[in-house]
């Protein structure tokens, strides 16, 4: 087992329209705008960041929106729901904002002892907001949420998959272990880490495969302090029998990839440097920032890329 794993970094989702899933995050739900660059691969496309006011490792939704790309189907193999902490509380008053916002699939309950409102993204996204204590972590109360009302970050992710057995294991691996279980659903937590602490496997083996596209989340993240404590990682993984990629330098955290027995694209990303290695914190995700090697191209870029509000 190892023990370097602090809970979540990011959850990475693909989206079709840049404005309008800035326009979700930014407006409906208050998040800060905290980096906005392009996809490394294909850098005609956003890459777009959403956090707290610094982007702590945690509080981190980014979105690749690739335009006209159709919905991916909900099924097996993949993050089903990913889900953000609010205040104790805070569930009326995001249930009138959102249903006011027409935000669709709104529906209360309770997992875990934990009260929740799950709903729908622009895409089709499933998300639910949890009630949770802050844990010291401090909301970004943008677009008139008020702070007692502000999302602190994500509570977990749930996975679907059709046999939990070998993710449970690889979890179990990575530091997590078995808290609870409720119907279907089964809580793994990890001590020690930051408050995005909880992954919830529901185990459903009679239902199809999951198909990526817009909705979809593409990858998750987990967050180790520093380059060392990543190869250590890295290495255990490999000696386990993970196929890991290399480390590769995202500007933000290096990052390496590796896919899970269960389907799920797993990540471990670093919290150094930050979102501020290239710009000032009061202005965080206002220009559009470039890979140094598209800063050549940028002209071109900047007449690809749609227009998103500031
Ligand atoms: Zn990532």
């Given at each position: 087992?190892?023990n370097?794993?602090?809970?979540?970094h990011?959850?990475?989702?693909?989206?079709?329209?840049?404005?309008?899933?800035?326009?979700?995050?930014?407006g409906?739900?208050?998040?800060?705008?905290?980096?906005?660059?392009?996809?490394?691969?294909?850098?005609?496309?956003?890459?777009?960041?959403?956090g707290?006011?610094?982007?702590?490792?945690?509080?981190?939704?980014?979105y690749?929106p690739?335009g006209?790309?159709?919905?991916?189907?909900r099924?097996?193999?993949?993050?089903?729901v990913?889900?953000?902490?609010?205040?104790?509380?805070?569930?009326?008053?995001?249930?009138?904002?959102?249903?006011?916002?027409g935000?669709?699939g709104?529906?209360?309950?309770?997992?875990?002892?934990?009260?929740?409102?799950d709903?729908?993204?622009?895409?089709?996204?499933?998300?639910?907001?949890?009630?949770?204590?802050?844990?010291?972590?401090?909301p970004?109360?943008?677009?008139g949420?008020?702070?007692?009302a502000?999302?602190?970050g994500?509570?977990?992710?749930?996975?679907?998959?059709?046999d939990?057995?070998?993710?449970?294991?690889?979890?179990?691996?990575m530091?997590?272990?078995?808290?609870?279980?409720?119907?279907?659903?089964t809580?793994?937590?990890?001590e020690?880490?930051?408050?995005a602490?909880?992954?919830?496997?529901e185990e459903?083996p009679?239902a199809?495969?999951?198909?990526?596209?817009?909705?979809?989340?593409?990858?998750?993240?987990?967050?180790?302090?520093n380059?060392?404590?990543?190869l250590?990682v890295?290495k255990?993984?490999m000696?386990?029998g993970?196929?890991?990629?290399?480390?590769?330098?995202?500007?933000?955290?290096w990052?390496i990839y590796?896919?899970?027995?269960?389907?799920?694209?797993?990540?471990?990303?670093?919290?150094e440097?930050?979102?501020?290695?290239?710009?000032?914190?009061?202005?965080?995700?206002?220009?559009?920032?470039l890979?140094?090697?598209?800063?050549?191209?940028?002209?071109?870029?900047?007449?690809l890329?749609?227009?998103i509000?500031?």
């Amino acid at each position: 087992m190892i023990n370097q794993i602090k809970g979540l970094h990011h959850v990475t989702s693909m989206a079709a329209d840049a404005g309008q899933n800035n326009a979700f995050f930014t407006g409906t739900l208050g998040l800060r705008r905290v980096k906005k660059t392009v996809n490394f691969d294909a850098p005609e496309v956003y890459h777009l960041y959403y956090g707290d006011e610094t982007g702590t490792p945690g509080s981190v939704m980014t979105y690749f929106p690739f335009g006209r790309m159709p919905r991916g189907r909900r099924g097996t193999g993949e993050v089903g729901v990913t889900e953000f902490a609010v205040p104790e509380g805070a569930l009326p008053w995001w249930k009138e904002r959102l249903a006011a916002q027409g935000v669709s699939g709104l529906a209360e309950g309770r997992s875990f002892g934990e009260a929740r409102l799950d709903f729908a993204g622009p895409d089709g996204d499933s998300f639910a907001l949890v009630e949770s204590a802050a844990r010291g972590r401090t909301p970004w109360t943008g677009a008139g949420v008020p702070e007692d009302a502000g999302v602190l970050g994500f509570r977990g992710a749930r996975m679907r998959l059709r046999d939990a057995g070998a993710t449970a294991e690889l979890l179990g691996f990575m530091g997590y272990s078995r808290d609870d279980s409720d119907g279907a659903v089964t809580r793994y937590r990890i001590e020690g880490g930051n408050a995005a602490d909880t992954i919830d496997i529901e185990e459903l083996p009679g239902a199809g495969a999951a198909a990526q596209g817009a909705g979809s989340v593409h990858h998750i993240a987990f967050a180790v302090e520093n380059r060392a404590a990543q190869l250590e990682v890295r290495k255990a993984l490999m000696d386990t029998g993970y196929q890991v990629t290399p480390v590769i330098d995202r500007d933000y955290f290096w990052a390496i990839y590796f896919r899970t027995p269960g389907g799920v694209l797993f990540e471990i990303a670093t919290n150094e440097p930050g979102f501020d290695r290239d710009e000032d914190t009061a202005h965080l995700g206002e220009a559009l920032k470039l890979p140094t090697r598209y800063e050549p191209l940028r002209g071109k870029i900047e007449a690809l890329l749609p227009e998103i509000a500031a």
